[in-house]
Nanobody, 123 residues
Framework: QVQLVESGGGLVQAGGSLRLSCAAS????????MGWFRQAPGKGREFVAA???????TYADSVKGRFTISRDNAKNTVYLQMNSLKSEDTAVYYC?????????????????WGQGTQVTVSS
């Protein structure tokens, strides 16, 4: 019953920045973990970042120090600020949500998914 809609993807040169947004609608709760995953062409979906309601987050090693996840609970929106983008960051980025209080990196733990937004980094 929770719908997630991503936006903000596009084409950017290496070293540039993008900010992705994920707007949630429908029934939402305070005990919801929000996350970002990505899938590059020909590869499996991988974890990028996740955040709890209070703002604490965790990141994949490949994006740590470059990406920042945040959320605005009043707007039911989660963001992914991506800086110093590399060509290997090119992928479809998915917003996801899970019920609970503990951060997770497991795809199977997330119950709701957005449609994805394409991020392409040119070199």
């Amino acid at each position: 019953q929770v719908q997630l809609v991503e936006s903000g993807g596009g084409l950017v040169q290496a070293g540039g920045s993008l900010r992705l947004s994920c707007a949630a609608s429908g029934r939402t709760f305070s005990n919801v973990i929000m996350g970002w995953f990505r899938q590059a062409p020909g590869k499996g979906r991988e974890f990028v970042a996740a955040i709890v309601w209070s703002g604490g987050g965790t990141y994949a090693d490949s994006v740590k120090g470059r990406f920042t996840i945040s959320r605005d609970n009043a707007k039911n929106t989660v963001y992914l600020q991506m800086n110093s983008l590399k060509s290997e960051d090119t992928a479809v980025y998915y917003c996801a949500a899970k019920v609970g209080y503990t951060l997770s990196r497991r795809i199977s733990d997330f119950n709701y998914w957005g449609q994805g937004t394409q991020v392409t980094v040119s070199s």
